[in-house]
């Protein structure tokens, strides 16, 4: 475990669930920047893969993944502050303008301020997919999953979970063909 304090996980994870604008998608450029970068505390490969499992199990993303970050830093303490300070200032955003949605909605200037922000959102969401296609082995059978499943999207409308329940099968089945029997 690395030795950060609970108050300094705490705000750290504050911090970023302040800024996490679009959801968890967005996270991962944020958590890379802030654990990497900044404080090399969790390497690049761990953290993409604490977001593809933050993505596979129910629950709001941006919490899975704190969990697993805090966890990793200071075990099952660590994940219930970092999953507490992700979610402290969206709740107390949610409430407040909760009670000031009727006079807010009709601002000129929040209204171009959310299209701002959805325009941010887009781009980190594609920094997102950026860092997952960069990890991800690429070879002929991802190829032939990846068109399947956007495929099955697009022109089929699976639903994101139908699409998730399909290809976690076809890549338990991979696994199981491609991994020699002696080392499974």
């Keep these: 475990m690395k030795n950060i304090s609970l108050l300094k996980l705490f705000f750290i994870f504050a911090k970023v669930g302040a800024i996490l604008l679009g959801g968890g998608y967005v996270i991962l450029p944020i958590l890379i920047n802030e654990f990497v970068e900044k404080r090399n505390l969790v390497n690049h490969d761990e953290l993409v893969d604490y977001f593809a499992l933050s993505q596979s199990l129910p629950g709001i ?3 899975n993944i704190s969990m697993f970050v805090g966890y990793k830093l200071r075990g099952k303490t660590g994940a219930f502050v970092a999953m507490l300070g992700v979610v402290f200032v969206p709740i107390i955003t949610i409430i407040t303008l909760a009670s000031l949605l009727g006079l807010i909605m009709t601002n000129p200037y929040v209204q171009g301020a959310l299209w701002g922000v959805g325009i941010a959102v887009i781009a980190l969401i594609m ?3 950026r860092e997952m296609w960069n990890k ?3 070879n002929t ?3 032939v999953v990846f068109i399947l499943a956007l ?3 697009l022109l089929f409308n699976l639903t994101p979970v ?3 329940l399909i290809y976690t099968v076809f890549g338990v089945l991979y ?3 491609t991994t020699p029997k002696e080392a499974r």
Excluded: C, D, H
Aim: net charge positive; charged share 10%; glycine share 4%.
């Design 61 to 63: 993303i941006a919490a």
């Design 127 to 129: 920094l997102t997919v």
């Design 136 to 138: 991800s082995t690429r």
């Design 141 to 143: 059978f991802f190829y």
């Design 151 to 153: 495929s099955g999207l």
């Design 162 to 164: 139908q699409t998730i």
């Design 175 to 177: 696994k199981i063909m």
